[in-house]
C-alpha cells in the first residue's frame, strides 16, 4: 500500500496508464509551481556545480534565519524536511512519544531508530474536530515524554491556532515534555500559526518546515529544522552526510525565502480554490463528507462500497488513499486543492462516477 502521495510512476505502471496524462491530487504541492525567481536562480546555477556546496550552508542558513527572525545557529538545513525529521528521529531521545493517529507516518519509522514507545491520539474519535484540551488530556493519561504534532495536520488539514499552540508549550514545559512540531504546510495558512516565535523560551522544542510544498519544489529536495538545542544541532550536525543539500537546492532556499509576494499570492489562490472544492464537493453528500482544512489540501469519508481511487484512476486522475494511515476505521480520501481546471476536471470526474 502506497505510503505517500505523489507516487505517479509506481501507480501509471500498477495501472497501466501513461503518468503524463495523470493529473496527480496525491501530492500537496503549489499548483502555482516553481516561482519565476527560483527558476531563474536555478538556470544561472547551472555554472557553479563545478564548485562543491557550502559545507556549512552558511548562506542558507543565514537567509532562513532571517526569514524567520532567528539566530542561523537555530537552524539544520536539510535535504527535504524529511531529512530532518529522520536526524532528529536518530539523536533524541525519547521514551514515549506521542503521535496524532492518522499524521505523517515518517515520524513513527524516524523515532523507530531508537527505542522509542509510540502512543496515539486518535482523531477519528473526535469526528477531527478536536483541540488542544483533548490533547493534552490524552498525553497526561498516557504518560508521554514527548509530543510530535503535524500541524496543519496530514492527512486531515487542521490547524491548531498559536493560542491552543501556547497552551501545549506551556504544558510541554511544566512536565518536561519534549515537543515537536511539523509545519511543513504551515506557510499555505494566510495567518501565521508558527510556533517559531516561542523557539527561544524551550530548548525542547522542534521545528520542521519545508521548502518543496509551497515552492513545488519536491524533486530538489529542501526543509530544515529549528531549535534553540545546541547540544541536539552539533549531534546531528556530527552525524549528517556532508554537502547532503546540492547546490541548486542551496541557491533555491536563499531565493524562494525572497518569495514574499509569491508566498501571499499562493495563499490567497489556495483559499480560494479551497472553498470552491468545498462548496462543490458538497453536493456529493452523502456520498463524500468534507472536512474542514486550513491548507492546501481536503480531507474526506467516502461511505460508497467502492474504491474511489481506482474509479477515477480510469478518468486519469489520481487522488491519495488513505487506508495506509493509522487510525482510520472508515474510508477516506485526501486531495490536493489544485489549479482551477484541474478542480474542475476532478469535480468533472466526480460527477460522472457519483
Ligand atoms: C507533513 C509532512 N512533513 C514533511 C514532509 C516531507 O517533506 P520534504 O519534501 O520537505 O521532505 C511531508 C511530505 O509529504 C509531509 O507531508
Known sequence: MAKHGGNIQEIAEIHQLDPQKLIDFSANINPLGIPAGVKKVLQAGIEQLVHYPDLRYRDLKAA?????????????????????????????????????????????EAFSQQATEFCYFNLEKYDFQWNVADLIQSAKRQKVTGICLCNPNNPTGQLLRQDELLQLLAFCQDNEIKLIVDEAFVDFSEEDQSLVGALNDYSQL?????????????????????????????EMEQQTVPWHINTFADLA???ALKEQEFIKESQQYIKQERAFLVEHLAKFAPAIKCYPSETNYLFFR???????????????????NCDSFKGLSQRYYRIAVKSRPENEALLAALEEIL
Open 64 to 108: 532562513i534565519a532571517e526569514f524567520h527572525g532567528i539566530r542561523p545557529e537555530q537552524v539544520y538545513a536539510s535535504n527535504g524536511a524529511a531529512e530532518a525529521i529522520f536526524m532528529l528521529g536518530k539523536t533524541l531521545p525519547v521514551n514515549r512519544l506521542l503521535l496524532l493517529a492518522p499524521t505523517f507516518v515518517e515520524y513513527e
Open 206 to 234: 522542534f521545528i520542521f518546515r519545508s521548502l518543496t510544498k509551497m515552492f513545488a519544489i519536491p524533486g530538489l529536495r529542501l526543509g530544515y529544522l529549528l531549535t534553540s538545542n545546541q547540544e541536539i544541532l552539533a
Open 302 to 320: 467516502y461511505t460508497k462500497e467502492d474504491c474511489l481511487q481506482e474509479r477515477l484512476l480510469t478518468k486519469n486522475i489520481l487522488i491519495r
Open 253 to 255: 532556499g536563499q531565493q
